[in-house]
């Protein structure tokens, strides 16, 4: 059974840095796309990043230029780098794994919380 399960989320003031982590576990096969989304309070899930097994990355434009996508195909685990956060990127993230082009899988979600 393949489990995703993040890390790194927390409570940060605004301006500040958090690296979010997703490890997928119960596979020794490699997903075609790994990504993340958000869903703020009150708002529907929306889609942050995304990064596909050969290294392209596909950003939203809210993520654009602050956060950064990456992943260690070995260890099968995704990355996000969130850096100059806004109080407007308090949300659960997401991340997910796509065997080709939809998510197959998700984690439980980890809690980013940007005080003023």
């Known amino acids: 059974q393949v489990q995703l399960v993040e890390s790194g989320g927390g409570l940060v003031q605004a301006g500040g840095s958090l690296r979010l982590s997703c490890a997928a576990s119960?596979?020794?096969?490699?997903?075609?796309?790994m990504g993340w989304s958000r869903r703020a309070p009150g708002k529907q899930r929306e889609p942050v990043a995304k990064?596909?097994?050969?290294?392209?990355?596909i950003y939203a434009d809210s993520a654009k230029g602050r956060f950064t996508i990456s992943r260690d195909n070995a260890k099968n685990t995704v990355y996000l780098q969130l850096n100059s956060l806004k109080l407007e990127d308090t949300a659960v993230y997401y991340c997910?794994?796509?065997?080709?082009?939809?998510?197959?899988?998700w984690g439980q979600g980890t809690q980013v919380t940007v005080a003023a």
């Open positions: 997910y794994a796509a065997v080709n082009l939809t998510p197959d899988y």
């Open positions: 119960g596979t020794t096969a490699s997903f075609n796309l």
């Open positions: 990064i596909r097994r050969d290294g392209i990355t």
